[in-house]
């Protein structure tokens, strides 16, 4: 089959290849024909070697498709499921299972370790223990999550993590309040997300930051209530706070400048969610009498920060009541031309319908 490779850390291209094959495959795994592909921005990451992942690997984790096949001890699914797929499943044993914090189950990334594919002469990884940039990929059963009929594949791949994730942080960490003010630093689909989840919270301002300025304007078509480049941020917080700080600052992007700039902009008391995914080795630092004077909540936010099976439905229950928009997400499309080429040649016929949502 076709897949789309990296070979090594820190290249910028994908290669298309023909002779990738998906292995693993066996009980309790099933096999998936992908029919649609998001570009999440820990893909970028992983490529670039700010996220770890062994090379060459097959970016994706945001798919969805049909089952192709079961292994033994498989009974909740069977060839012909519509599904999509989840990337850190859980296992429901474990201790945060049991705590009821399933977002943060271990058991997902367990698998991130196991070459997913194969080719002549060498294992290729899946990133994330998935990897949807191919055309067919074999996961554990409980990474293919089914899905309604009436929810086309190119959306249920993006709740498979960039709405999840954004909504999560609103609703589920941040959970933000009716009539609060907002800020979302980072307008690529998770950024978006974030701010569809504080409209839908009842949100009075929400000021979209973002230094493209085509994502500034996307973000207006989304439920910002206003835009602003970086260097305008102060100027909102002034005009819409009163110099105060925001309610709820939400920083979309995974790196400690943006963190501090995120910390700057919340009101003494506000919340600070952190929802980019950065690198290990770049420190967000504040001093200790800021910590203690202040009194901000620092809320990390992984994977939306709450039952993935549930949060997977309430996008769903949202966009069906068109509190969301997620048909735009799909055309919210970014040039980076080596992976989106690459992705282009996937795309033939209803092979692969790829949704950009940096």
Partial sequence: MRAAVLHEIGQDKLDV??????????????????????????DISAMTGVLPQPAPFVPGHEGAGEILDVGDGVTSLAPGDRVLVCWLP?????????????????????????PNFKRPGAEVFGFAGT???????????????????????????????????????????????????VAVIGCGGVGISAIQGARAQGAAQIVAVDPVASRREAALTFGATEAVSPSELDDAKQRITGGEGFDYVFEV??????????????????????????????FFQLNMFELFFDEKRILPSLYGGGDVLRSYE??????????????????????LAGINDALDQMRTGEALRTCITL
């Fill in 131 to 181: 990897g949807t940039f191919a055309e067919e990929v074999v996961v554990a059963a409980g990474c293919a999550v089914p899905i309604p009929d009436d929810v086309p594949y190119e959306i249920a791949a993006l709740i498979g993590c960039g709405v999840t994730t954004g909504l999560g942080a609103a609703i589920n960490t941040a959970k933000v309040e009716a009539g609060s003010s």
């Fill in 17 to 42: 290849l023909d002779d990738v094959e998906a292995v693993g495959f066996g009980p309790g795994k099933v096999r998936i024909r992908i029919r649609a592909t998001g570009l999440c921005h820990s």
């Fill in 253 to 282: 992007v995974g790196k400690s400048a943006t963190a501090r700039t995120a910390y700057g902009a919340t009101r003494r008391g506000g919340t600070l969610c952190v929802v980019g995914a950065g690198a290990m080795d770049d």
């Fill in 314 to 335: 309430r996008a769903v229950a949202l966009w069906r009541a068109g509190r969301i928009d997620l048909e735009g997400l799909i055309t919210h499309r970014v040039p």
């Fill in 90 to 114: 859980a296992c429901g044993v474990c201790p945060s299972c049991k705590r009821g914090q399933t977002h943060l189950c271990l058991a997902g990334f367990m698998n991130a370790g196991t």
